[in-house]
């Protein structure tokens, strides 16, 4: 009874071969395609570069001065990994080929976040330059709303409550001073804009909270 047990379980799995070598050949298909269109894609960004360095201060783009190198190193360690994937299943070690094709995958997700990541600051400054009074309204309409909420059914805020909303409002008044000379750092002054909404956000989620528990 062991025995034809045993050979049920070889005939089965022997039956799953064809299946799971089919999904790994699609996977090794599909992340050599996209290891070639980040390696055009990683091209791109030099250009990127170079408009960030000659229309804004330094502080707006140094953080990115390694990711065209970077991404080169990622695409060839993924395409290494591959070739090594790629043997592996035609040995048929498939444990072997499925955690390398997932360490290709976390190569290429990383790579495609960093060369997403000039394009998006490019575009993000690009806005912010041509309308800065755009983000802090956006940032003091926040700062009213939770301020409203703060006051509902009350006389005077709950000090746990004011003093962040207060901290919130200097340190959107900071940013704001901040945007003067040729070249202001429009980098910083949006890191701060969005410091302060999630601030605020947290103070309008413990309001909601407590109101809901009753306190």
């Given amino acids: 009874e062991r025995v034809a047990r045993e050979a049920s379980a070889i005939a089965a799995e022997a039956g799953r071969l064809p299946e799971r070598a089919a999904e790994i050949d699609r996977r090794l298909v599909s992340l050599r395609t996209r290891a070639q269109a980040l390696t055009t894609r990683a091209g791109q960004v030099e250009p990127v570069l170079s408009e960030l360095r000659r229309r804004f201060t330094a502080a707006c783009w140094q953080d990115l001065q390694p990711v065209p190198r970077q991404a080169e190193e990622n695409v060839r360690q993924a395409e290494l990994k591959l070739k090594d994937a790629q043997a592996a299943r035609d040995a048929q070690r498939w444990p072997d080929a499925t955690a390398l094709l997932a360490t290709v995958r976390a190569l290429l997700n990383a790579t495609d976040e960093a060369v997403s990541a000039a394009g998006d600051r490019l575009a993000r400054l690009n806005a912010v330059q041509k309308d800065p009074q755009g983000e802090i309204e956006k940032t003091r309409f926040a700062i009213r709303d939770a301020q409203r909420l703060a006051m509902t059914g009350r006389t005077t805020p709950d000090p746990r ?18 945007l003067t000379g040729r070249h202001p750092d429009y980098w910083h002054f949006l890191t701060e804009t969005e410091a302060v909404r999630s601030a605020v956000t947290r103070v309008v989620a413990q309001i909601r909270e407590e109101r809901g528990a009753g306190h």
């Fill in 161 to 178: 409550h004011a003093r962040p909303l207060d901290e919130a409002v200097a340190r959107l008044e900071r940013a704001v001073e901040s």
